[in-house]
């Protein structure tokens, strides 16, 4: 595969009028949403043969936005696009060296299509680059289509995908606020002194909208994201490592001077950049801070977004980040596992008691899959699982205040927030899922799978629940990074630690610390992986396969090679 020639320094002016963008986000069977970061305020149209949407600008701390909804398409389509910014056509850009963009919308008689990974730096493409961080793997896929390749599926026609995506699902670290690229770093010195806190980290507004341009404005992965139906959720390093995984933690970034503006700036460029593009029209119409945006009539919204994102901060009670799509008959529900968290020791919970409660009304049967989507893996290793529940247990004070003291240090030291550090949340979904998966809630599905990723590793796990004729096959499947892989040591220290020394330590310690035994154990059906990866899922009626790929250099820098890293029959 020829890999296109592209620069990999971000262009000194926008594409035309374009800063970021188009991106093509929700799309379901007869319309599709198109988002831009354009130069100046004024009324964006987007043109797809006779269909035509509109929409004026909005603007925020100086940044202009639209989205524009195209409606009554036909299920199907592939309807190559314009933009334009009032007269001015802003996309495709003169002389591309892509196919053109489309809007592709769902036909939900045909075989789904969800590709999906997390953990994307935004560096250089060069062979020096791709030796400390690997090929990035999005932009593979996105030369890969570009010369007509697609993913192999699994099994028969009939039973899988085969062609193009239906949706890019990205779970969790988009843009990292906490580990800048040179380019980033260059950019904060350029703005401000960068001897003071947070130093090379981001501050505020302004910086987040210069990290996701730098993100996804690389011509290769900007006609990627301008052509593939794209839904997103936010990790910790979205915001920063290990974000809302202790009071302790909260409470010591609140004490520092800069923390403010990073979480305001944090959540108000990502509901814009991001969580948006997630909902329906119907539901952005719905939404009170949609509204309130609309409602400032071209003022610029800043003010209104920063007293949005504080209060979402202070309270997760006051905003909703999760989303459900219904894509035919499978069902995905995408679990916001970092803003709605509870910390306080006496009340920890992985999402708070409302989203637990709107959770608990998605799951349920008649579905022919139920697509679990949180950023970190529900299920992990078992032993790091269980080395994860004590370390909760002994830093709510089980041990004792110093004992407690130093579980704190140890948590935040290695990372330990997944959802087994969150036991009662955790307990609670595993019961929700295992009536779903009983037939309880309806007809069963024939899988419930969780898709995930965060800790820089792939796998494929199957939770040990009865199974058979009215039953559902219970999976956890991480895919992750697409690029930013784990040093060769590190990788061997995971391995060593998650998949084996973990094992009997972690069963001693929480059973010295008193926490009871999960409700039901799981265990490793593939894996694990440690390359960069995407993973494709590949549905038809109630079959399902996924198969996990990565990208290499080949001969020489002209060229990518795809590699399989792994592959399963899930259903």
């Keep these: 595969m020829t890999d296109t020639p592209t620069p990999d320094e971000l262009p000194a002016d926008p594409v035309g009028g374009l800063v970021i963008g188009p991106l093509l986000r929700h799309v379901d069977e007869t319309s599709a949403t198109i988002w831009v970061e354009v130069v100046r305020p004024g009324t964006v149209t987007v043109r797809a043969h006779e269909h035509v949407g509109s929409a004026p600008t909005f603007t925020v701390h100086g940044h202009h936005y639209a989205l524009v909804d195209v409606v009554g398409l036909p299920p199907g389509a592939h309807l190559p696009y314009e933009v334009h910014l009032d007269q001015d056509r802003i996309w495709p850009p003169p002389r591309s060296m892509f196919p053109p963009s489309a809007l592709r919308t769902m036909d939900f008689s045909e075989p789904l299509r969800i590709v999906f990974g997390t953990c994307r730096t935004s560096v250089p493409h060069d062979r020096r ?71 090379e980290e981001l501050a505020d507004f302004d910086e987040y909208a210069y990290l996701y341009r730098l ?128 910390t306080a020791e006496d009340e920890r919970a992985m999402i708070d008691p409302l989203e637990t409660a709107w959770l608990d009304e998605q799951l349920t049967g008649g579905h022919d899959h139920l697509l679990l989507g949180t950023s970190i893996p529900f299920l992990l290793p078992m032993g790091l699982h269980n080395g994860e529940a004590w370390n909760e247990a002994v830093a709510g004070g089980v041990w004792g205040k110093r004992a407690a003291r130093w579980a704190e240090v140890i948590r935040q030291g290695a990372d330990l927030e997944h959802w087994a550090a969150f036991q009662r949340s955790f307990r609670q979904v595993q019961e929700m899922v295992a009536s779903v998966a009983a037939g309880e809630r309806g007809p ?59 094992g009997a330590a972690g069963r001693a310690l929480s059973r010295a610390a008193r926490v009871s035994t999960p409700p039901w154990t799981w265990h490793t059906v593939e894996g694990p992986w440690f390359d960069n990866a995407l993973a494709t899922l590949d549905i038809g009626g109630r079959s399902a396969t996924m198969a996990w790929e990565t990208a290499v250099e080949g001969a020489d820098d002209d060229h990518l090679l795809w590699c399989p890293v792994g592959r399963a029959r899930l259903s």
Excluded at 238 to 262: E, I
Excluded at 313 to 341: F, Q
Excluded at 444 to 452: I, K, Q
Excluded at 475 to 501: D, E, K, W
């Design 129 to 199: 680059t791709n030796h400390r961080y690997g090929v990035d793997v999005l932009r593979a896929l996105a030369l890969r289509l570009v010369d007509g390749g697609v993913p192999e599926p699994i099994g028969t026609p009939k039973e899988a995908a085969s062609g193009w995506p239906s949706l890019l699902l990205f779970l969790g670290d988009q843009v990292y606020a906490d580990e800048t690229s040179d380019a980033m770093r260059e950019h904060i010195a350029h703005n401000r002194d960068i001897t003071q806190p947070p130093g």
């Design 215 to 342: 993100a996804w404005v690389e011509p290769t992965i900007r006609w990627a994201l301008s052509t593939i139906p794209s839904a997103m959720v936010f990790d910790d390093h979205d915001v920063r490592d290990d974000w809302n995984c202790s009071q302790v933690w909260r409470d010591q970034m609140q004490a520092t001077q800069w923390w403010q503006g990073r979480i305001v700036g944090g959540l108000a460029s990502y509901w814009i950049y991001q969580h948006l593009g997630n909902l329906s029209p119907a539901e952005r119409a719905q939404d009170k801070v949609w509204q309130q945006v609309q409602e400032a009539d071209g003022a610029d919204a800043g003010p209104i977004l920063d007293e949005f994102a504080a209060a979402a901060d202070a309270d997760p009670l006051t905003y909703r980040w999760s989303y459900r799509r219904d894509l035919g008959n499978t069902r995905l529900v995408v679990i916001d596992s970092r803003a709605a968290r509870v």
């Design 444 to 502: 069963a599905p024939a899988t419930v799978t969780f898709l995930s990723g965060d800790v820089h590793h792939s796998y494929l796990f199957e939770a040990d629940l009865p199974t058979g004729p009215g039953r559902s096959r219970v999976l956890q499947a991480v895919c992750s990074p697409i690029r930013n892989p784990l040093p060769q040591f590190a990788r061997f220290v995971t391995a060593t630690l998650a998949y084996g020394v973990a």
